[in-house]
């Protein structure tokens, strides 16, 4: 069992730079793989970016390779999300959550356990 509070979204414009954070709680959270997902009204929802225990290991989904970068410190129990240059198009409710295998960075929601509440990003042009 894993608790996750994602914060940092809000109203950003075009060309801009925001990050985002999640903090868990309840299982040790260097034991968990962390990942970014978001979901756009009317669309399903997609990943972004993962993360293994470590940090050693990083995937990027093609919309966002390139200009954001997935981050954990441990000591904090937090994962970072930054992502420059942002697009309308990446206006969506954005999604921390975290998968049991440790050592990986999984790409699909059906191998994460635990999901935060969202939160709000609007990238106005």
């Known amino acids: 069992q894993v608790q996750l509070v994602e914060s940092g979204g809000g109203l950003v414009q075009a060309g801009g730079s925001l990050r985002l954070s999640c903090v868990a709680s309840?299982?040790?959270?260097?034991?968990?793989?962390m990942g970014w997902f978001r979901q756009a009204p009317g669309k399903e929802r997609e990943f972004i970016a993962g993360i293994s225990w470590s940090g050693d290991s990083t995937v990027y989904a093609e919309a966002v390779k390139g200009r954001s970068t997935i981050s954990r410190d441990n000591a904090k129990n937090t994962v970072y999300l930054q992502i420059d240059s942002l697009k309308p198009e990446d206006t969506a409710v954005y999604y921390c959550?975290?998968?049991?295998?440790?050592?990986?960075?999984?790409?699909?929601?059906?191998?994460?356990?635990?999901w935060g509440q969202g939160t709000q990003v609007t990238v106005s042009s």
């Open positions: 309840g299982r040790s959270f260097s034991s968990n793989a």
């Open positions: 959550a975290a998968s049991p295998l440790a050592t990986m960075a999984p790409r699909h929601q059906r191998l994460y356990d635990s």
